[in-house]
């Protein structure tokens, strides 16, 4: 029993030690031990076992503070790393992502179509890709749907047709290393949170609306699940009510209203006899943004309405969690600011003044790439987190 616990205590301090050079390397021994008030002893022996696993390296030398000149720690880009999957889309794509949270590789697979075991076969062929022959820490899958991630499986994925799949127990009996599976918006918040400009308290909320609309939610720096793990699943909650007939079954979903392909019905339905929109060629969602960019009343009003759906929905959220950090992630980012003030304004007009007069809309705070690879990041930022108890 005394050796368990000792053996926890160990384990605890290594994870603050790592933790102290994952954040402030490179980084002395001596200025470790000063900022965990663990005795040097203890550091150094700590300090040893992370240069033997290759997560951290010894980087040059610091000031001296009287004597010798002290050897500086910092985290190991050529370390271990994740191998991330990111189903969240037709385009399966996997990665292998450096303890900075760096994309060092890349692999992808259409997964137009496939449902079952065919979408299953193109995960393995993804991670049989990408399994890197060096040190790999874990496997961080960020997928579609309601997610157990407690037990890393899919409880359901509608547009895969997967019911209870047990994700982790196959890709860990599979390629016996820890798995880590959790729903994509859920990642999508995490990633935002460690990668980005986190907010002071800890809390956060990311909205994000693509084919379909998820949230997650941060709450004191840890995503929050909810009770049956849909926390944030607010694509299928009415907001027009008797709209438009939604693939759930219900009519007036979120979905319906402020997703891409909703505001993409909406432009095609309208009279766009004098809008830039006009003509036969395909409305994508590219000509779309256009369209937007350059004013067109048509393009703008239909954008404008979509943020006001979303913006009644966040209010909800504002109402329920108080959290004064809500970002908006997705390919909607490309609509910029009208898309932006439209759902903060409706916010707005449904929350008490005081509180929505304290919340914040915005898009991410990560560049471009970062938000390109933001599920990627926050799957690769799971594992980091349960395996290493950084970030
Ligand atoms: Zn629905």
Redesign the pocket.
Known sequence: MQKATRHQTRDHNSRLVLKTIFNDGPISRAEIARRTRLTRPTVSTLAADLLDGDLVIETGRGPSAGGKRPTLLSINDAGPCVLTLDLSSDDYRAALVTLRGDVVRRAACSAAGLRGDEAQTCIYRLVDELLPTEALLGIGVATPGLVDPQRGVVLRAVNRGWIDLPLRELLAARYDRPVYVANDSHMAALAEYTYGAGPSGGNLIVVRVTQGIGAGVILSGRPFYGDGFGAGEI??VVVDVGGAL???G?RG?L?TTSSIPAMLRAAKAADRRHSLLAGDAPLTWPRFIAAVAAHDPLAVDVAVCAGCHLGAAVAHLVGAYNIQSIVLAGDIAALGDVFLDAVQAEMHQRVLPAMAAATTVRYPSLDAAQVADITTLGAAALVMQRELGIL
């Open positions: 694509g299928h939604c693939s759930c219900n979903c979905e």
